[in-house]
């Protein structure tokens, strides 16, 4: 265990709203500490529910996962999501009950079309965001 995680005792109940789950290669769940800026990464899968609001969007400007594929999935509300695909940005609309995986290394930028709850599971350890403009 390093700086980044701490284990979670067997029956604890965890509140996705203020924690992220960390699921490492090694298999072990481990909450993850919290950032300030882009989220920490690790090597293996975050998991995390985000309450989606105009205030609360991702603080950034797109972002790309090259270990693997993210999978979105939202609990409720409606987002856009842009693909910026080789073809072209392809934008989809992802609303309650419904959930989109988005390939490894394609970049990618939510836009808020009704608040809601976001349920993210996240690859790691890499990835890369395009800061908001000033």
Do not use: C, F
Request: glycine content about 14%.
């Amino acid at each position: 265990m390093d700086e980044t995680s701490a284990g979670i005792a067997p029956g604890t109940v965890i509140d996705l709203e203020g924690e992220v789950i960390g699921l490492r290669a090694d298999g072990v769940a481990r909450l993850m500490a919290h950032a300030v800026g882009p989220p920490l990464r690790l090597d293996g899968h975050t998991i995390g529910l985000g309450r989606l609001a105009g205030d609360t969007m991702p603080p950034h400007n797109g972002e790309m996962h090259p270990d693997g594929d993210e999978v979105l999935i939202m609990v409720s509300g409606v987002i856009d999501v842009d693909l910026e695909l080789d073809a072209g940005t392809e934008t989809v609309r992802l609303e309650s009950g419904q959930a989109l995986v988005v390939p490894q290394g394609v970049w990618h930028l939510i836009r808020l079309v009704k608040p809601g709850q976001l349920v993210n599971i996240t690859p790691g350890p890499r990835g890369d965001y395009r800061p908001l403009a000033e």
